[in-house]
């Protein structure tokens, strides 16, 4: 996603206020938000805020629409005040399919970037209050980062993916470290934090990954344990139900506004309530 320099310096401007009313309104836990339908529409776009409209209380919303998926997304328990997860001090980092805690709360991830970006993505995590992390490649974040600094504003929270989407299992540590630490140092001068989660393309990796990884500054590294794709859950692990702790994966791919609402209609009907994984691994 491209923007002329006007639009760029709107967007700076637009993203800078809205991190200032964020900041003066959400305090520390600025991305622990309870997803309800019921809150005032803000948008997420500080490129191009958002012009639609929403209709009146006795219209329904047509399907396929932004105000339409914000109608579908339950309404959840509050979600419990996290406890962090204690990490091991070793030399490399932590390995995970679903994260060790007994809370009531499950996790939303997004991998990639490159393929497929929706655009009311931002807007639909925002009015709903979706706790996303992304795990994103490096050369996509960078030529969309406009797009990435939307769901930022939003609520969500950037994590590394390598720079070029390979398979790391079995890779030299200089070859790993290459690929996680040039992401790692891209993602920061992007978006000016450091990725402290690591996902390995496809899930792929052996000793020597949780050794760069650590290096680079990832304190855990996640698989999932359900995978979303076209609106449709499927379970990784005998259990046809969301666990405590579970890690759903989805992917930057057109149908991602559908897979969002799955995610959250799977996490409900388990009765968990959607976290901030970051607010977990800290």
Same mark, same amino acid.
């Given at each position: 996603?491209?923007?002329?320099?006007?639009?760029?310096?709107?967007?700076?401007?637009? $993203?800078?206020? %809205? $991190? *200032?009313?964020?900041?003066?309104?959400?305090?520390?836990?600025?991305?622990?938000?309870?997803?309800?339908?019921?809150?005032?529409? $803000?948008?997420?776009?500080?490129?191009?805020?958002?012009?639609?409209?929403?209709?009146?209380?006795? @219209?329904?919303?047509?399907?396929?629409?932004?105000?339409?998926?914000?109608?579908?997304?339950?309404?959840?328990?509050?979600?419990?005040?996290?406890? /962090?997860?204690?990490?091991?001090?070793?030399?490399?980092?932590?390995?995970?399919?679903?994260? /060790?805690?007994?809370?009531?709360?499950?996790?939303?991830?997004?991998?990639?970037?490159?393929?497929?970006?929706?655009?009311? *993505?931002?807007?639909?995590?925002?009015?709903?209050?979706?706790?996303? @992390?992304?795990?994103?490649?490096?050369?996509?974040?960078?030529?969309?980062?406009?797009?990435?600094?939307?769901?930022?504003?939003?609520?969500?929270?950037?994590?590394?993916?390598?720079?070029?989407?390979?398979? %790391?299992?079995?890779?030299?540590?200089?070859?790993?470290?290459?690929?996680?630490?040039?992401?790692?140092?891209?993602?920061?001068?992007?978006?000016?934090?450091?990725?402290?989660?690591?996902? &390995?393309?496809?899930?792929?990796?052996?000793?020597? @990954?949780?050794?760069?990884?650590?290096?680079?500054?990832?304190?855990?590294?996640?698989?999932?344990?359900? @995978?979303?794709?076209?609106?449709?859950?499927?379970?990784?692990? &005998?259990?046809?139900?969301?666990?405590?702790?579970? *890690?759903?994966?989805?992917?930057?791919?057109?149908?991602?506004?559908?897979?969002?609402?799955?995610?959250?209609?799977?996490?409900?009907?388990?009765?968990?309530?959607?976290?901030? %994984?970051?607010?977990? *691994?800290?």
């Amino acid at each position: 996603m491209s923007a002329t320099p006007a639009r760029r310096i709107l967007a700076v401007v637009t $993203l800078l206020a %809205l $991190l *200032v009313l964020s900041a003066c309104t959400a305090g520390p836990a600025l991305h622990v938000r309870r997803i309800a339908t019921d809150q005032p529409a $803000l948008s997420a776009s500080p490129a191009a805020p958002s012009t639609s409209t929403s209709p009146s209380p006795t @219209t329904k919303p047509a399907p396929g629409s932004l105000d339409w998926y914000v109608s579908q997304v339950p309404t959840f328990p509050e979600a419990p005040p996290p406890q /962090p997860v204690p990490l091991p001090e070793t030399g490399a980092a932590q390995f995970w399919h679903r994260l /060790p805690t007994d809370q009531r709360v499950a996790f939303i991830t997004i991998d990639d970037g490159g393929l497929a970006r929706p655009p009311e *993505v931002a807007e639909f995590i925002w009015r709903a209050h979706i706790p996303v @992390t992304m795990f994103l490649n490096s050369p996509a974040a960078e030529e969309h980062d406009v797009y990435f600094r939307q769901i930022i504003v939003a609520g969500g929270v950037v994590e590394n993916h390598t720079i070029t989407h390979n398979s %790391l299992a079995g890779r030299s540590y200089d070859r790993q470290r290459h690929e996680i630490c040039g992401a790692a140092d891209k993602l920061e001068a992007l978006f000016g934090k450091r990725p402290t989660l690591f996902r &390995p393309p496809f899930g792929e990796h052996d000793t020597t @990954t949780l050794r760069a990884a650590h290096d680079c500054g990832a304190k855990a590294v996640f698989h999932w344990t359900e @995978t979303v794709h076209e609106g449709k859950v499927r379970y990784q692990t &005998p259990e046809r139900l969301v666990q405590p702790g579970d *890690v759903l994966l989805m992917h930057f791919r057109p149908a991602l506004m559908d897979d969002l609402l799955a995610a959250l209609k799977a996490i409900h009907r388990a009765g968990l309530t959607p976290a901030l %994984l970051e607010d977990y *691994v800290r």
